[in-house]
Every structure is written in C-alpha cells, then in structure tokens.
C-alpha cells in the first residue's frame, strides 16, 4: 500500500469514528430502543462480525439462560448481546448524570447482573473471559476473568483505566483492544502475552549462569580479548550478580533507570569487559546510595534494599566474556514490563540453580492454577466484605442525594468512613505462604490485592476522596503485608526479588513512575529465610557409639544403574548426619490467610531424604503428629490450628493425593469435623508448583498427585472449587 493510500485509510477511519461518536454522545432514547442499534454500529466501526441468530446460539442479541437457585427453583433471563468464549455484554441507558452516585450504582449493578449472566450461561459454553457494561452513549466498561472459572471479574487493563469514555474510541490502541475482544480476546490475557517473554529470559540468564560456573573468564593487562582460565565461579556468586543484573534491566525499561542506561553500558563496553565490570560495579553502589551516577552521568534515584549492598565484596561485579556480554545484551533487549512475576521466580529459580537447569523447559504451574487456590483462600472473602462495604456506602450516598449543605457534606462523609474502613482492613490484612519458594503464590495474592484496592480508590473518589490523600506509603496495600517463609537462600532472595518487580511493574501501571517514592526498594525482611516446621539453638554432627561420623546419601545425585539402565541412588554422594540441639516447633508470624505449596516427601522417605537427625527432632517437637503422617502434614496440622484457635481466617494449601488415606487423614480428622470437601486436581497441574521452602523429595521427584484443600473453621458445605464455605475472623 502506498502511503497515499495509508493516510487516505486513517483519514476514513478517523471520520467514520467521528461519526460514531457524534451520533451515539447525545442520544437520549431508552435502553431498549438503542443498545441493540448502538452495538451493530460499534461492529462496524471495528470492522467485526454482527451479532445474528444462530441455532447454536453463539453470537446473539437476547441470549436466553437459565438460572438455577439455592431453593431449586429456576428463573430465566436473557443477555443484552451474547459471544461464546468472548464476553458477556449488559447495556444500559442511566438516566442518571455520568458524574453522580446514581450513575455508578447503575453500573455497578450492571456489572453485577454481567456477571450473574456469565455464571448461568451452560457448561458446554464455558465462561466468557470478559464482560462489557455498556452505558449507551456514554462508557463502555470491561471486565476480565481469564481462568474462566467463574471467578470474579475483575477491571481490566487495570481499574484506573477499564471505563472507557465513549471519547476514547478515537485512540487507535482502545479500538485494537475491543476489536480483539470480538475476535481473539485470549490474546489479551497478560499471563499469556507475558508467559512467552519470561521463558526467553529465563533460557538466556540459564546459558549465562552456565558460562560463568563453568567457566570464568580474566583479560591480561594490555589484550583485552585474549582470555586465561581462571577456576569457576559459585552458583550463589552468579545468581547474586544476574539478579542486580535483570533487576537493572526491569528498572531501565520502566523507566526508574534513565531509559536504556543499563543496555546502553552493556553495548558501549561489550568489547571492553574489564571497563563494564567496574562501570556496573559503580551504577550498582549508586543505586543503592541514589544521587549522581559517575557510570551514567546522570542522577539515579535512591533504590536501597539489600540488591545492591555490598559493592566492595569479591564477585559483586563479574568479568565477562564478549560473549558472555552478548547474552546480557539479549536479554537486556527483552520487554520487561512484559515479564510476569507469577512465573519468573520459578524459572529463574531453576536457571541458577545447577542442580535444576534441566528442568527449566518442564512443567511450571500456570498463573490460572495458583489462582485456585489463592482466589478462594484469601480474594473470595475479601470481596464479600468489600461487596457489603460497598454497599453501605451508596446507601448512605443516595441519602445524601436527596439532601443540601453541611448535611449533605456529613451524609458523604459517612460514606466515605465506610469505604475507607474496609480499605484500611484491606491495609492491615496479612497473608503468610510458608513455604514461599520464588513467591509465585505470594505475587498473585498481591496483584489480586491491588486490584481490589484500585476498586476501593475508585468508589472513594467517586466519593469525593482523591487517591493522593491515601498517600503511597501510608494507607495502601504495600508488601509488608506479604509473609514467607523459605528454607533456600537463593529462592528466598528471588521470592524478595519477585514481589518488588511485581509491586512495581503493578504501581508503574496504574499510577506511572513519577508517583514511585524514594528509596524505590526497602528491606522489610517480610521474607525470612529459615525452617517452616522446625526451630533449633544449634546443629552438631551426629557420631555413632564407636565416634564413627554418620552420613546419608544426599536425596538427590543419582546414578545408571548398570543392569536395568535405570536412574538409583548414588551411595557415594553422602552428606553428614546432624543432631538438633534445643529443636521446637517453628513460630510462624501472625496472618489472616495461609497459602501455599508445601514440600511433598513421604513418610517413608523422610529419614532418606532429610537425615535420622532432622525427622528425629521433628517428632518430637509435633508428637501430635502422627508418625505416619507425610511430611506436608506438619504445614497442615499447623495452619489449621492457627485456624482453629482464630488466629488466621482460612488457609488453603496444595497436599497431596493421599490426604484421604489413614494416615494423612488423622491430623485432618482431629481439626475438623465433619471433614471438609476435597478437590482433586486429576491433571496433576498443582503438583508441579515447585517444592515449597526446597526441601526435594526424594530425588526430587514428585509420584503422588497434589490436592487443593482450603479450611476455614470447619463448614462441611463445599463447592468444586476446593473451598469450605462460611467463615471465621482473625482475632487480632
């Protein structure tokens, strides 16, 4: 096409969306009257199919469905404008200003209705990912709910930018975004856009960390590229330089780096490693100082946690290769703004540790499975409180409608006081994952958090609250309120490392970077790296009665078996045996929810792979425990007595398979009666969320299908989704 042509086309378009927009922005006919016509028009503008009858009842006006209630009668109902696997549309023509209570009410029970429509839609169709509330004329408003569980549908991008004024379909990108949602809407799910982009960096850091372990390099004064062998760097050495590394790489590309510092250092001393050495080894202390930047010749702000501490310290800046630069370059030039936290720990996890490169193209848990789990568990309830906030809220709004003055302004108040009650209970909510591993569980209840904060802002500015006079570290949903526990250094760093990429990718979005406070990264310690289930005052070697030392094979070096070819133990790789001295059961900090993926071994593997010592000193400090009892259990038995004793208002944990069986089920049977529902996860998918504080099972190898299980206090009614209906509140 010639450029001629293409000008002519945007000149086209431009006016037909003109047209649009003049013709519905002034319309005041009725609902029934219009939003059918409204429709047709807007799958013209965008260049789609129109809604037509069909017997299969696919792409429609007036979708018929049925739905069923809890007293087993049934009522029928019908959707404004219905696409299977595309969305759910609910139009509305509010008589109500844009700009008062009642109009948002109006929406929000359109939503509301959007959403009911979805649930009744039947089986065979599945859940639409989105549903679309249409104030003819006026807005458009989207929401997602990609796992098309039937969970809650939440405001997509993002709530500070889901309500689409009918204005905005002059952006180019807003039109791209509904057309998509006519014709491939999974393409905008951001864990399926991102998901991609995260395997590409985790491969080329995994080639990188293999080249530095294998194989460090040095460059003889004078012959910058001839190279001398030196001896291999430590994996924790490595993993510690390509983690300031890739957090350098997410800051550029947001932007709290000056755009393209980091890549641009990297280019500019590709051919001189020795100079990039010291060049990142003074960005890195000026960033964990902030201020004026010698490498950059540019201020950089004030980033301090613990990433960058310790610019003195041997291996806190790496002599590369060129080629090893180039790798940097590679991933440097990926889109981390794209990069999905949910996942990354995971793989990262996996390309710096030796013993776990290999599996990095296997199985990791998608973000649709954490969400089981983390939804019921913790979001689920949330919104239930949010939903009766909510709703005291426009009650005491619309009281204020039919008031003047002073009387008006405290009847506002009064409603405000109601939100911002639950946005503070919302502040104060702790979750605790105490097996955390890389903090996948972790980051998807903290975008689900934000989420719902955004929603809470939104309906507090509606109020007449503005979002500046919550104040970023004031009265927000921060990470302090993110507990893990985790028993690997270098998962624990990443667990640290992943939350602040997501907080911040997730605050960047909705708020831009301006709005980031100094220091960009703290060190709230809300990760604490040690043992979940056990507590010691020190460990000595454990000798036998000659004073012999023992040992034990390692749990996870294996060898071929030189008959049958298959892989066995090795009896040489041994490690030595300990002896706890003062062992109790470990404290875990106060939460209001527990989630998590604890680490799966047997029973009868726990001496194999933990040692005679640690399993001893374990029983004694849980004799509740059976000893029969695998070693998930300890997780369970304790987070249900937190449950129990009122301390924590649900918890939900992957177990395994055999949590029916006798000797799994006596600790369940002695915390609940009658049990709860289980849910079995038959495809296996929660299994391979990872191994929990990184205990491995016994060569690492998990045989027993995972279980969602979520208990709150008791309740037998159960759903499919695993979870234990009613409630029991934190007592703090």
């Not at 590409?200 to 062998?229: H, I, M, W, Y």
């Not at 996942?343 to 848990?365: K, M, N, S, V, W």
């Not at 790296?529 to 056990?534: M, P, S, T």
Request: aromatic letters at 8%; a neutral charge; hydrophobic letters at 40%.
């Amino acid at each position: 096409m010639t450029s001629t042509a293409t000008a002519a086309t945007a000149a086209i378009d431009a006016t037909a969306t003109q047209a649009f927009i003049q013709r519905w922005q002034h319309n005041t006919a009725s609902e029934l009257a219009t939003a059918q016509s409204f429709v047709m028009d807007l799958c013209a503008l965008l260049g789609v199919e129109r809604p037509h009858p069909t017997p299969e009842q696919t792409y429609m006006f007036e979708r018929p469905v049925t739905f069923a209630h809890g007293d087993g009668s049934t009522s029928a109902g019908r959707i404004d404008c219905y696409r299977r696997g595309h969305f759910v549309l609910e139009a509305k023509k509010l008589k109500a200003g844009s700009h008062t209570k009642g109009f948002d009410d109006g929406l929000l029970r359109a939503r509301s209705q959007g959403e009911a429509y979805a649930r009744a839609l039947p089986a065979a169709d599945g859940r639409p990912p989105f549903v679309l509330v249409v104030d003819v004329g006026t807005v458009i408003e989207v929401y997602a709910e990609f796992s098309k569980t039937g969970g809650t549908y939440t405001p997509y991008p993002d709530p500070r930018s889901h309500r689409l004024q009918l204005a905005d379909l002059a952006r180019p990108e807003v039109q791209d975004r509904l057309r998509r949602i006519w014709t491939d809407p999974d393409s905008l799910n951001p864990a399926r856009i991102s998901a991609q982009v995260t395997r590409d960096v985790a491969a080329l850091l995994a080639q990188l960390a293999k080249s530095l372990e294998g194989n460090g390099a040095n460059f003889k004064p004078n012959q910058p590229l001839a190279l001398v062998q030196q001896a291999p760097i430590a994996p924790e050495t490595v993993a510690a330089y390509l983690t300031r590394c890739l957090f350098s790489m997410f800051a550029e590309d947001v932007e709290l780096l000056p755009k393209g510092a980091f890549l641009g250092l990297l280019q500019t001393h590709r051919d001189d490693p020795a100079t990039l050495q010291h060049m990142l080894r003074i960005l890195w202390a000026d960033m964990d100082r902030g201020g004026f930047s010698a490498a950059l010749a540019k201020p950089v702000l004030h980033f301090n946690g613990k990433l960058f501490k310790g610019a003195g310290q041997d291996g806190y800046s790496l002599l590369l290769t060129p080629e090893q630069i180039d790798l940097l370059i590679k991933a440097a030039q990926s889109n981390w703004r794209e990069v999905e936290p949910a996942i990354f720990g995971t793989l990262l996890e996996r390309a710096l540790d030796p013993t776990e490169r290999h599996a990095l193209g296997a199985h990791y848990t998608p973000r649709a499975y954490v969400e089981r789990l983390v939804l019921p568990t913790v979001i689920e309830p949330l919104r239930a409180d949010w939903a009766n906030a909510q709703a005291a809220a426009l009650v005491l709004a619309h009281e204020a409608a039919a008031l003047e003055g002073k009387a008006m302004e405290a009847k506002l108040a009064e409603a405000r006081a109601e939100v911002k009650k639950f946005h503070h209970q919302l502040c104060t909510t702790r979750v605790l994952d105490p097996a955390c591993g890389s903090a996948n569980f972790l980051y998807v209840t903290l975008e689900h958090l934000k989420r719902l904060e955004g929603e809470v802002v939104n309906q507090l500015e509606e109020l007449g609250h503005t979002q500046d006079q919550l104040g970023f570290e004031g009265e927000t949903v921060t990470l302090q309120q993110l507990r893990g526990i985790e028993l690997n250094e270098r998962a624990a760093a990443l667990a640290e490392l992943v939350l602040w990429i997501g907080y911040l990718q997730w605050h960047i979005r909705t708020r831009g970077n301006a709005a980031v406070a100094e220091p960009v990264v703290h060190n709230y310690g809300n990760i604490e790296c040690r043992d979940a289930v056990l507590a010691w005052d020190a460990q000595e070697l454990a000798y036998d009665d000659a004073g012999q030392l023992l040992s034990r094979w390692d749990g996870t070096t294996f060898k071929t078996h030189p008959v049958t070819g298959e892989q066995v133990p090795d009896e040489a790789a041994q490690v030595p045996q300990w002896r706890y001295v003062g062992a109790r059961q470990a404290h875990w900090p106060q939460a209001d929810f527990i989630v998590g993926n604890p680490p799966f071994i047997g029973a009868a593997s726990m001496r194999a792979a933990l040692g005679d010592g640690y399993v001893q000193a374990l029983r004694g400090a849980w004799p509740e425990v059976p000893e029969s009892a695998d070693f998930v259990m300890f997780w369970w038995h304790h987070a249900a007595a937190q449950v129990a004793a009122g301390h924590t208002r649900r918890m939900g944990l992957i177990t395994t398979n055999s949590l029916r069986q006798t000797f799994n089920r006596r600790v369940v049977e002695a915390r609940l009666s009658p049990p709860p529902h289980e849910s079995d996860n038959s495809n296996g998918a929660a299994a391979a969320s990872g191994h929990g504080d990184s205990r491995p099972p016994v060569g690492g190898r998990r045989q027993r299908r995972r279980r969602a299980h979520c208990h709150d206090g008791g309740c037998a009614r159960c759903g499919r989704r695993a979870v234990a209906h009613g409630d029991r509140r934190a007592t703090r």
